[in-house]
């Protein structure tokens, strides 16, 4: 796609040629190729004035079992379904082999599956996969997590349970088999016994192996009579070659970032869907064979492989401590169970259980648990979270059940800091846990959410607090956040939205004391329709993305990476001024024509005029002749009885109008006369793939709101009104637009009013800086998320003996870049050395980035 631009107003080619069919094809000739033009800045850094203390618990890490986190993600089992126990989905191929597994049959080979619940290994396993033999060698394939990752030279422990029956008295062959049908690696146990017992064979790979995952894994036998299988397990080589291990790479990305703690289990994870299947951690721990698994909340089972202990080794082997959220009596249905009850005496009971099993010492009750799980050791533990995004409970109940657990809990461990998820007025928590969702915009103007000088401290809405000033109250654990923008993993302008906003956090860490950007991991395979699996990911933004074989950090990561690496202990304070290119204070304000559509909808418009503020008449399309003065997308439009109405019965609009429009009101009548929606009414629409609308009764007919989209991505924002469109009515509509915001109005009666706050109005100039009192090293972070480089003068106010050398790192590329399984590193820091530091100094920061200045300064 080519851009043309001038003065910021940006045009798409491919649209422009639509455009020129509504008249417009002659602005194109009259731009102007854009220059870089720097702008200039000054960043003074008060060295001799160090101010707030960084917590050393700063930087952490959130983690829950969503996106195939553990299961196909951090856990390095490689067998999906490996009890048998996964639930099969609808748009499953019909077959009575449990999901992911396969008969192979080997030339004259016949056998028959069969799913067997008598004579269960224990009763946490409820079912076992029996073959039947007919005759000749058969077997069963797993396709593990989208793909067996194979290599050469590698080493693989294959373990199971299996039995006898009948005539079958032989050995099972266990084997990996490339796609195409070669076996890479082959073992066989000894005879198989009547009775269940475990079994363990190495496999290991050639020299001249495939690196692929078109792979499966594959148990067979020979002869007749039948053989049971169950808890069927492959390993590869983990994280420090550790048993039921870690898988390697995610390990070293997240070793990179140096975490300080990991917040776990969740998120919604811990709360569970319902009581059935909330984080019941006691059914996750112990061997394998002890722990049933559970339906997680987001829409697929959990083997609980990964349980207590790999959460906790997880923490020893990345010297992060747990920050433990615990269960606390509500669920995601939204039932929950009152303080006083026995259930939550129960709750609470298990919560100082699970504290003991974190860090009892080896003696204790569960502190012995913990040691036979293989950790001997007691973790430090700091900090306890009870519950998780408790406002979501709207019956009140929380205030009663954060005082119960809040009690029990500071009688027992009174050095425990205790984190609340909502406001609670019976106890004071030591901090609230405040997220945030956001989009780039909102993310980085938002960059001094904690400043002192805000208001609005005690203010809670939308799962956190407003403002900063009041820095006697609890302090808050920013357990989750993330600019969402590019999807499984953020873009590269998400990435600086994300640098801007923790530079504010950090230098609120006085307040803001902990943070954690959510989700962490993202196992990013694609769904396989023919074998009804869904795509393996179920939320957009994610910071470390995975298949198979191959894992990366997106831009975010690296954000995450970089500040993790450079931790000072006292934030340096610094202001700074910048001048902008005459381009970028030109900026042109929020405009585009005006346009109207359908969605699977039947409607019809007509009467419509468009006026400007003072009155004056801008359009009023001519509703006689016909449509050829809209420029439509997705289907056809046509003008009968004095209506423009869409031919088709999908997805389409039409737009007519200036695209230079800024400010103005839409007036217009709307009937739908069948189908599944209502009204699209668009504004400020610069072509067919950048535009604003309100979606008057969409959603399936459930809600109006209005919708942005940028390069065909729509995001909706605003409020959201229950209002719905009916059939055969005639509506009067009225939008009036101020610059970035609509008032909207049916018959009169206004229905929506929404600013658009993804439009990036605000800074894209930040900076700050810290001081690592060890090392005396200055850490200058610079964020320019502007399409001009800024030239800056860096003033290193009242610092001693100013080293030269140092060294500058640099994040950037195009704003809308990410990294890939194809392309895991397209956009990833470089470090270079700096070698004219001075008290003053000067630096040209690149369009779209985030460079990271560290020089010495001091004895
Ligand atoms: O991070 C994804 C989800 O967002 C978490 O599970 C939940 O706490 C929040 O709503």
Request: charged share 20%; net charge negative.
């Amino acid at each position: 796609m080519v851009w043309i631009a001038r003065e910021g107003f940006f045009l798409n080619m491919r649209s422009m040629n639509n455009w020129r069919s509504i008249g417009y094809g002659t602005v194109l000739f009259a731009l102007l190729a854009r220059v870089a033009l720097a702008a200039t800045a000054t960043i003074d850094v008060d060295v001799d004035k160090p101010g707030v203390n960084v917590p050393p618990i700063f930087y952490g890490l959130m983690t829950e079992e969503i996106n195939h986190s553990y299961d196909g993600g951090l856990f390095a089992e490689l067998i999906q379904n490996r009890t048998f126990q996964d639930s099969k989905p609808k748009e499953a191929p019909q077959s009575d082999l449990p999901i992911h597994w396969f008969l192979v049959q080997e030339g004259s080979g016949a056998a028959k599956v069969t799913l067997d619940k008598q004579e269960p290994v224990t009763p946490a396993l409820p079912i076992s996969l029996r073959l039947e033999l007919a005759g000749g060698k058969a077997g069963v394939a797993n396709d593990g997590y989208w793909g067996i990752p194979i290599r050469p030279d590698t080493k693989y422990t294959a373990t199971f349970y299996a039995k006898a029956g009948g005539d079958f008295a032989g050995p099972v062959s266990a084997a990996i088999v490339t796609d195409d049908g070669k076996s890479v690696a082959e073992a066989s146990t000894a005879a198989i016994d009547k009775k269940w017992q475990k079994y363990s064979v190495v496999l290991t790979t050639g020299h001249d192996a495939p690196t692929t995952s078109k792979a499966k894994f594959v148990l067979s036998a020979s002869g007749r009579g039948s053989v049971s299988f169950s808890l069927v397990s492959l390993f590869p080589p983990t994280y420090q070659d550790t048993p039921n291990g870690l898988r390697a790479d995610l390990m070293k990305l997240m070793a990179d970032m140096h975490p300080a703690f990991i917040r776990l289990p969740g998120g919604n994870y811990v709360e569970g869907s319902t009581f059935a299947t909330r984080f019941n951690w006691k059914q996750m721990i112990g061997p394998a064979e002890q722990r049933p698994g559970h339906m997680g909340c987001w829409g697929y089972r959990s083997s609980d492989g990964f349980g207590m202990p790999e959460y906790l080794l997880w923490c020893k082997q990345l010297g992060a401590e747990p920050v433990l959220a615990l269960f606390a009596g509500y669920v995601l249905n939204h039932d929950h169970v009152d303080a006083g009850s026995p259930e939550m005496a129960q709750y609470t009971q298990e919560a100082l259980e699970e504290i003991e099993y974190v860090s009892g010492a080896p003696d204790s009750e569960w502190g012995k648990r913990r040691a036979q799980d293989g950790l001997a050791e007691p973790f430090k533990l700091h900090y306890v979270e009870i519950g998780n995004e408790d406002w979501f409970d709207r019956s009140g109940s929380y205030d009663g059940r954060f005082t119960q657990m809040f009690d029990a809990i500071r009688a027992k461990y009174p050095d425990l800091k205790i984190i609340a998820t909502a406001p609670v007025k019976s106890r004071t928590p030591d901090l609230y846990d405040d997220h945030y969702y956001r989009s780039a915009a909102q993310m980085s103007s938002d960059w001094t959410h904690y400043d002192p000088d805000r208001t609005g401290r005690s203010t809670f809405a939308g799962g956190h607090h407003e403002g900063g000033a009041d820095r006697n109250s609890p302090k808050i654990f920013v357990g989750e956040w993330a600019t969402r923008e590019g999807s499984p993993t953020p873009n590269l302008t998400a990435a600086l939205a994300d640098a801007a906003w923790l530079m504010g956090l950090e230098r609120n860490s006085d307040l803001a004391n902990m943070e954690c950007y959510a989700p962490l991991f993202v196992n990013v395979s694609p769904a396989e329709p023919s074998l009804g699996y869904p795509k393996a990911w179920q939320w957009g933004t994610d910071l470390i993305g995975y298949d198979a074989m191959v894992a990366y950090g997106s831009p975010s990561y690296y954000v995450q990476m970089m500040y993790g690496q450079n931790k000072g202990d006292r934030i340096l304070p610094t202001n700074f001024n910048v001048e902008k290119t005459a381009a970028a204070a030109s900026a042109p304000a929020p405009h585009g024509a005006i346009g109207v559509g359908s969605w699977h909808t039947q409607v019809e418009y007509k009467d419509i005029s468009v006026t400007s503020p003072d009155g004056q008449e801008l359009l009023k399309p001519d509703l006689t002749g016909n449509a050829s003065a809209w420029q439509t997308a997705g289907g056809d439009w046509q003008v009968s009885d004095g209506a423009l109405k869409p031919s088709g019965d999908g997805e389409t609009w039409a737009i007519t109008g200036k695209p230079e429009w800024t400010d103005y009101t839409l007036k217009l009548k709307a009937r739908k006369t069948g189908g599944a929606e209502g009204f699209l009414i668009l504004w400020h629409a610069t072509n067919s793939d950048n535009y604003r609308w309100w979606n008057v009764g969409g959603w399936g007919n459930t809600k109006t709101q209005c919708e942005v989209a940028v390069d065909n991505q729509r995001t909706q924002y605003g409020p959201s009104s229950r209002f719905t469109v009916k059939t055969d009515q005639w509506y009067d509509l009225r939008l009036e637009v101020k610059g970035d915001r609509v008032r909207c109005f049916v018959d009169d009666k206004l229905v929506t009013d929404a600013a658009d706050p993804n439009t990036l109005t605000g800074p894209t100039f930040f900076a700050s800086a810290s001081y690592v009192s060890d090392s005396h090293d200055v850490i200058l972070k610079v964020v320019n998320m502007a399409k001009d480089p800024v030239d800056a003068t860096i003033n290193l106010k009242g610092a001693a003996n100013v080293q030269s050398s140092g060294t500058v790192t640099v994040l950037t590329g195009n704003p809308k870049d990410v990294n890939s399984i194809e392309a895991p590193t397209k956009v990833a820091p470089q470090t270079q050395p700096l070698n004219d530091a001075a008290g003053s100094f000067h630096r040209s920061f690149a369009p779209y980035s985030l460079t990271l200045i560290r020089v010495r300064a001091g004895s």
